[in-house]
């Protein structure tokens, strides 16, 4: 019965994206993918609504967030933190306590919502990553005054979309920083594997290939198996081999020190502003 209900629950919702830019479009084409919503289930805005792909899929696109909302059972604001709040108190009228808001945007506080909007109303932040548009995002969701079915549908929601995990809303800025800044760390070092490559023989694209797809592997093997990385390494390293001689000059060289001086330098500054 619980099952049913749960089922019932993650039906049939109807979900207002508004601010359908890069990461509003990612979702809304993401949950049509994965078969989650039916495009009648899902009303997306924009200023400009000249031209997006979503309408193509069958989504409505508007300019009209008071009416998204309205019609909706679950809000998705992802438009730029600095529109963020002028934004809410022109729709928070229409934010009623029976629906569910989730905010993915950086860096506004769920006070600072709670305030915009007058009331206290069923409240999740998400940070996901830019992967959100092939369904391989890192999702950390945090939330305030939600029932247990609500926690239950946003997870699922963010779960086809991805991986999810539920943090305390003081870590939100170190998930900023390690779950979306750390694509970027992860592009760098996969940059740096390929021009390492081309020095060894490699054709770009070769090189391309096999630095992507090995990176890809060595974080399904911890994902799968979830070993820890020393584990792995212990596996590839022989003794007096090539893969220690490597590891031992990057280590010489700072590579484990950099990575984590330049995590903390994100996370300083994001601290900051
Ligand atoms: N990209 C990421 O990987 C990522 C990851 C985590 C969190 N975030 C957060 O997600 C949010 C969106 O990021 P993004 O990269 O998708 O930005 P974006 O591409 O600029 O999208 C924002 C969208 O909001 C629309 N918009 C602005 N004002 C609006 C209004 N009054 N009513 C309706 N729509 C409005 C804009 O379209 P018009 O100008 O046509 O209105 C635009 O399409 C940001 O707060 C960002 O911090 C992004």
Do not use: W
Not at 21 to 43: C, M, P, R, V
Not at 88 to 107: M, R, Y
Not at 145 to 170: N, P, Q, R, T
């Amino acid at each position: 019965m619980q099952n049913i209900n749960l089922k019932n629950n993650l039906m049939n919702k109807k979900i207002a994206i508004i601010g359908a830019g890069n990461l509003g479009t990612a979702i809304a084409e993401g949950l049509l993918k994965s078969k989650f919503s039916k495009a009648s289930e899902i009303i997306v805005t924009r200023r400009n609504i000249s031209v997006n792909p979503l309408r193509t899929m069958g989504v409505e696109l508007i300019n009209n967030n008071n009416a998204a909302v309205r019609k909706s059972d679950v809000i998705i604001l992802a438009v730029k933190p600095f529109q963020t709040l002028e934004l809410l108190k022109t729709i928070q009228k229409e934010i009623t306590a029976n629906k569910i808001f989730i905010s993915v945007v950086t860096g506004i506080t769920m006070n600072e919502i709670e305030n915009a909007v007058g009331k206290k109303i069923s409240l999740f932040r998400a940070m996901p990553n830019t992967a959100i548009s092939i369904r391989e995002s890192m999702t950390c969701l945090c939330h305030r005054h939600a029932k247990e079915e609500d926690v239950e549908y946003v997870h699922s929601l963010f779960s086809k979309l991805g991986k999810v995990v539920s943090i305390d809303e003081k870590l939100m800025e170190a998930a900023t920083i390690l779950g979306a800044c750390g694509t970027a760390y992860a592009m760098r070092y996969i940059r740096a594997n390929i021009q390492g490559g081309i020095e060894i023989g490699f054709d770009a694209a070769t090189a391309s290939l096999i630095a992507a797809q090995t990176v890809k592997g060595a974080a399904e093997l911890l994902l799968l198996k979830k070993s820890h990385p020393e584990q792995e390494i212990d596996k590839v390293t022989t003794p007096k081999g090539c893969t220690i001689a490597g590891l031992n000059e990057m280590e010489h060289r700072g590579f484990s020190s950099s990575l984590i001086r330049g995590v903390v330098a994100s996370y300083q500054k994001i601290a900051k502003d």
